[in-house]
Nanobody, 127 residues
Framework: HVQLVESGGGSVQAGGSVRLSCAAS????????MAWFRQAPGKEREGVAR????????YYADSVKGRFTISTDNAEKTVSLQMTSLKEEDTAMCYC?????????????????????WGQGTQVTVS
């Protein structure tokens, strides 16, 4: 039984920081592709950051590059997203995703459809 349990999020002022965590269980965590997606009201779900848990290769959307950091603790099977210098436009429901498409270079940049498992989502509100 696969589970992705997210924590963190909440309300923060612009310029502030938030840390999201996602604890995974029930599937092979190592040598996998994990990601954080977000979805704002009326918008499509977009990939924010991705990490290949085996190699540690990461990818960031241009909108968050330099502000967000994705990391993995393979021993704890947890992926985290440190979000800094938050802006109002970062307001969204954030989702942890697992079992994405892995390539020799790292996580594929394909959309959300290639991820098999999803967390329940955690809200980040920036004002």
């Amino acid at each position: 039984h696969v589970q992705l349990v997210e924590s963190g999020g909440g309300s923060v002022q612009a310029g502030g920081s938030v840390r999201l965590s996602c604890a995974a269980s029930g599937y092979t965590y190592n040598r996998n592709c994990m990601a954080w997606f977000r979805q704002a009201p009326g918008k499509e779900r977009e990939g924010v950051a991705r990490i290949a848990t085996g190699s540690g290769n990461t990818y960031y959307a241009d909108s968050v590059k330099g502000r967000f950091t994705i990391s993995t603790d393979n021993a704890e099977k947890t992926v985290s997203l440190q979000m800094t210098s938050l802006k109002e436009e970062d307001t969204a429901m954030c989702y942890c995703a697992a079992d994405g498409l892995l390539t020799p270079e790292g996580c594929s940049l394909a959309g959300p459809g290639v991820y098999s498992y999803w967390g329940q989502g955690t809200q980040v509100t920036v004002s």
